[in-house]
């Protein structure tokens, strides 16, 4: 048998991007039987120091990291980039084939979800210009681009690079921001990192997200989504397919390929809706105000006299808000919020569903069996054996309509 080829990954894979490419790395080899005998740094991170005297037969790289391209450029062993495209094509590197994700289509995906949500008023939340950032600045023209074709102002924010030390001024300058906007108003954030700290700071501002600001993210982060306390609507990236491309490319250069030329953009694969950026227009300032709250704390067991206060108006008042506005009382829409949670939840077969019941705001696991039961026609196990084969979900015709039967 033939010794498998040594392959080296430069990527660094505490970003869910790059993880992402590296998976599908590993699907390609997976599907093909391809031998690659692979490494990476015990760490996980990406470093050239030494990558020159790499006995090795092979790389697959991120170009978004200048130092990686500059270093790895003109070697002579096989090597295929992937990164972000470019507007301008004499941009990639020469001489290297490269696959990219096609950063207008991802903010395009984003956009018209806003526009479809009748927003007019739209904004991008990016980084700061840096060598490493040329992504993000990629995204943030096609952004401006697309506002300018539609004779619309785009308005740009970047703020600060994140660190421990200045979070708390970053943070209120966000904040700042934020107040200052037009609303109602669409953001599209640069990545779901970048989202969730627009996120924190919406609540630090108290500015109701999506009443008043809806966001959308980029990348589809599960841990991004986990430390949000409202779910963030996040553009998926076809980060899998560029890494199986990409392997796909090196293999055909081993076997004598030349493909020095190519450049394969890969395009986005959708988008995840949720409550960040379902943007419903109200006329009631109180109950734009009480969802708010709601989406924030209906799973730490809040009640309709906690919403009322928070709103600065009486229960009654509220109700009689709630009514005319959603059709619903305060106490359905907290429970609607609780049972939409839990069906997330439950897509992932690695939670339990006692964990589910408790971090979804349910008293109990029995109330929660009670509720799929009455509002879904399933029991939550049911439900989550259908979510994770792919099949059709349950769903409520008119979402928690008898909710005031149970308590919360």
Same mark, same amino acid.
């Given at each position: 048998?033939?010794?498998?080829?040594?392959?080296?990954?430069?990527?660094?894979?505490?970003?869910?991007?790059?993880?992402?490419?590296?998976?599908?790395?590993?699907?390609?080899?997976?599907?093909?039987?391809?031998?690659?005998?692979?490494?990476?740094?015990?760490?996980?991170?990406?470093?050239?120091?030494?990558?020159?005297?790499?006995?090795?037969?092979?790389?697959?790289?991120?170009?978004?990291?200048?130092?990686?391209?500059?270093?790895?450029?003109?070697?002579?062993?096989?090597?295929?980039?992937?990164?972000?495209?470019?507007?301008?094509?004499?941009?990639?590197?020469?001489?290297?084939?490269?696959?990219?994700?096609?950063?207008?289509?991802?903010?395009?995906?984003?956009?018209?979800?806003?526009?479809?949500?009748?927003?007019?008023?739209?904004?991008?939340?990016?980084?700061?210009?840096?060598?490493?950032?040329?992504?993000?600045?990629?995204?943030?023209?096609?952004?401006?681009?697309?506002?300018?074709?539609?004779?619309?102002?785009?308005?740009?924010?970047?703020?600060?690079?994140?660190?421990?030390?200045?979070?708390?001024?970053?943070?209120?300058?966000?904040?700042?921001?934020?107040?200052?906007?037009?609303?109602?108003?669409?953001?599209?954030?640069?990545?779901?990192?970048?989202?969730?700290?627009?996120?924190?700071?919406?609540?630090?501002?108290?500015?109701?997200?999506?009443?008043?600001?809806?966001?959308?993210?980029?990348?589809?982060?599960?841990?991004?989504?986990?430390?949000?306390?409202?779910? +963030?609507?996040?553009?998926? =990236?076809? @980060?899998?397919? &560029?890494?199986?491309? *990409? !392997?796909?490319? /090196?293999?055909?250069?081993?076997?004598?390929?030349?493909?020095?030329?190519?450049?394969?953009?890969?395009?986005?694969?959708?988008?995840?809706?949720q409550a960040s950026s379902r943007h419903v227009p109200m006329n009631n300032p109180?109950?734009?105000?009480?969802?708010?709250?709601?989406?924030?704390?209906?799973?730490?067991?809040?009640?309709?006299?906690?919403?009322?206060?928070?709103?600065?108006?009486?229960?009654?008042?509220?109700?009689?808000?709630?009514?005319?506005?959603?059709?619903?009382?305060?106490?359905?829409?907290? +429970?609607?919020?609780?049972? =939409?949670? @839990?069906?997330? &939840?439950?897509?992932? *077969? !690695?939670?339990? /569903?006692?964990?589910?019941?408790?971090?979804?705001?349910?008293?109990?696991?029995?109330?929660?069996?009670?509720?799929?039961?009455?509002?879904?026609?399933?029991?939550?196990?049911?439900?989550?054996?259908?979510?994770?084969?792919?099949?059709?979900?349950?769903?409520?015709?008119?979402?928690?309509?008898?909710?005031?039967?149970?308590?919360?």
């Amino acid at each position: 048998m033939p010794s498998p080829h040594r392959i080296a990954l430069l990527f660094n894979a505490n970003k869910v991007y790059d993880r992402h490419v590296l998976t599908g790395i590993g699907q390609y080899l997976t599907s093909t039987r391809v031998e690659w005998d692979l490494f990476m740094e015990e760490d996980f991170r990406s470093r050239t120091v030494g990558i020159h005297h790499w006995r090795g037969d092979g790389i697959i790289a991120d170009f978004d990291d200048p130092v990686v391209g500059e270093t790895l450029c003109g070697m002579s062993l096989p090597v295929v980039a992937v990164g972000g495209s470019y507007a301008d094509s004499a941009n990639y590197p020469g001489g290297i084939p490269y696959v990219a994700t096609d950063n207008a289509k991802l903010v395009r995906l984003a956009y018209d979800h806003l526009i479809d949500q009748g927003l007019q008023r739209f904004a991008f939340y990016g980084l700061p210009p840096m060598p490493g950032n040329r992504w993000a600045m990629e995204r943030e023209q096609a952004f401006l681009d697309m506002t300018r074709a539609d004779h619309l102002e785009g308005m740009v924010f970047r703020g600060s690079p994140t660190s421990a030390g200045g979070w708390g001024v970053a943070q209120e300058a966000i904040a700042e921001w934020v107040r200052a906007l037009p609303k109602p108003i669409g953001i599209i954030a640069v990545t779901d990192a970048r989202a969730r700290h627009l996120l924190q700071a919406c609540i630090v501002a108290d500015v109701p997200v999506p009443a008043e600001i809806a966001v959308v993210g980029i990348d589809n982060d599960p841990m991004a989504q986990l430390l949000s306390r409202i779910p +963030l609507t996040s553009v998926i =990236q076809g @980060a899998e397919e &560029m890494g199986h491309t *990409a !392997a796909r490319l /090196l293999h055909q250069m081993l076997h004598g390929g030349c493909l020095s030329q190519q450049r394969i953009i890969v395009p986005p694969k959708g988008i995840n809706v949720q409550a960040s950026s379902r943007h419903v227009p109200m006329n009631n300032p109180h109950v734009m105000r009480a969802l708010h709250y709601v989406r924030q704390y209906a799973c730490l067991g809040i009640k309709t006299d906690q919403v009322a206060d928070y709103v600065g108006v009486s229960r009654t008042l509220l109700e009689e808000n709630f009514k005319r506005e959603l059709k619903l009382t305060v106490h359905q829409a907290i +429970l609607q919020h609780k049972l =939409q949670t @839990a069906q997330r &939840m439950l897509a992932d *077969a !690695a939670v339990p /569903l006692a964990d589910v019941a408790v971090r979804s705001g349910f008293t109990s696991l029995q109330y929660m069996y009670a509720v799929f039961r009455r509002e879904l026609g399933c029991t939550p196990r049911q439900y989550a054996e259908a979510v994770q084969a792919g099949e059709p979900a349950p769903e409520a015709p008119n979402p928690v309509s008898a909710a005031d039967r149970a308590a919360i």
